[in-house]
């Protein structure tokens, strides 16, 4: 069987992050798309903040277009899938992004969106150790992925979505059930 790519889209807050730590537990490979934009701001020698992943993440877009993570992560992704017959990507963005990786990856792709109410993102974001945000910042956080990073297209097309309004352990088994319908082998 050819190796698979199940990218996790949803806003920030939604358990992406989550649910790619377990996947990668299962014996999945990981990639952030983030990771990119983390190098590229360390590479410039400046400090990882949300402000500079910004700044970066909207610089390579304006270099490359909307689907520069997609362009960027793409050799990373087949070199990845010469050796693993699994990756998880967390946190495909833009539709841009989408249409490239299905039109290199083809039925290889699989999209599964995670989905939470916003309410309840906002005080996951609130209470995460790492880079928390207040309710406003997460707002505007919101309004930036949707208005300048066509974030909601992939999440509206997606294969697959997860509701997590609930426990964590309850997003995992609802990703494990998944796994099994698609026969996800570790």
Do not use: W
Request: hydrophobic letters at 40%; a neutral charge; proline letters at 5%.
């Amino acid at each position: 069987m050819q190796g698979r790519v199940l990218a996790l889209v949803g806003m920030a807050g939604s358990g992406k992050t989550v649910c790619a730590q377990h996947l990668e537990r299962r014996g999945f490979a990981q990639f952030r798309f983030g990771s990119l934009v983390v190098e590229e701001v360390m590479r410039r020698g400046q400090p990882i903040t949300p402000e500079n992943e910004r700044i970066v993440r909207e610089e390579l877009r304006k270099i490359y277009g909307m689907d520069a993570m997609a362009q960027l992560a793409l050799p990373r992704l087949r070199a990845m899938l010469a050796e693993r017959p699994n990756i998880v990507i967390d946190g495909l963005y833009s539709f841009s992004e989408y249409k490239t990786l299905q039109r290199e990856l083809g039925s290889q792709l699989i999209l599964v969106a995670i989905a939470a109410d916003r309410t309840l993102r906002y005080e996951r974001l609130a209470q995460r150790p790492e880079r928390p945000l207040t309710a406003a910042q997460a707002l505007e956080r919101d309004y930036q992925e949707i208005e300048r990073i066509e974030k909601g297209g992939p999440i509206a097309i997606a294969d697959y979505t997860l509701l997590n309004n609930g426990s964590v352990p309850e997003l995992l088994e609802a990703l494990d059930a998944l796994l099994r319908r698609l026969d996800f082998q570790p």
